[in-house]
């Protein structure tokens, strides 16, 4: 079974804080994925990752940076963390080729004071 | 550009009845579909898709989709609600042109009544 974890279930922090949200996968996917996911407007695309050092902007990139340094390994990054990004964060995998689904980790409950 | 619409962000059944969830997306080239489903406090699970062939495609917990390629619909359906079924189910389409990743619907909530 694929397995995706996230670093934490929960995370309080402070208004300017800079925060990382970490993501690991162990079945050797290309692809990876962040999302934010708020009610009533589903999940919405932060960055994706198609490969290490790679990296291609989603629809709501702003305020957001990641990194990919080896391929198990996504990590979304909070430069200066605003209450607008209190949300659920989540990420996912796939492998390369058509019609795969994307496998998703249990998501980060991010709140910004 | 490729949207996805789930009509009814709270859909209320009694237990035994018919689920019906629907799904409809906007795309000039032929879709891979899905839809996920999230339980409380939990991330997405792959209910079912649609990639290529049959157009009705039969799923986990006994759900089923029918890819309608004239209405541009993807509904999720399951003859009989149970009290387990109750989560967010999300639509899915993935396009094999430019975007890698899957545009989501907003989601629609099921309640099952006892």
């Known amino acids: 079974d694929v397995k995706v974890t996230q670093s934490s279930r929960y995370l309080v922090k402070r208004t300017g804080e800079k925060v990382f949200l970490e993501c690991v996968q162990d079945m050797d996917h290309e692809n990876m994925f962040w999302y934010r996911q708020d009610p009533g407007l589903g999940l919405r695309l932060i960055y994706f990752s198609y490969d290490v050092k790679m990296k291609e902007k989603g629809d709501i990139p702003e305020g957001y940076s990641v990194s990919r340094e080896k391929k198990e390994r996504f990590s979304l990054i909070l430069e200066s963390a605003s209450t607008n990004q209190t949300s659920m964060y989540l990420c996912?995998?796939?492998?390369?080729?058509?019609?795969?689904?994307?496998?998703f980790g249990p998501g980060t409950r991010l709140t910004v004071t | 550009a490729q949207s996805v619409t789930q009509l009814g962000s709270h859909v209320s059944v009694s237990e035994g009845a018919l689920v019906l969830l629907r799904c409809n997306y906007s795309s000039s080239v032929p879709p891979y579909l899905f839809w996920y489903v999230q339980y409380p406090n939990q991330g997405l699970q792959l209910l079912l898709k649609?990639?290529?062939?049959?157009?009705l495609v039969k799923g986990i917990n006994g759900f089923e989709a029918e890819f309608k390629k004239s209405e541009t619909s993807f509904h999720l359906t399951k003859p009989s609600a149970h009290m387990s079924d109750a989560a967010e189910y999300f639509c899915?389409?993935?396009?094999?042109?430019?975007?890698?990743?899957?545009?989501f619907g907003s989601g629609t909530r099921l309640q099952v009544q006892p």
């Open positions: 996912a995998s796939r492998p390369p080729g058509q019609g795969y689904e994307q496998y």
């Open positions: 649609y990639t290529t062939g049959a157009t």
């Open positions: 899915a389409v993935f396009l094999d042109t430019g975007r890698r990743a899957l545009t």
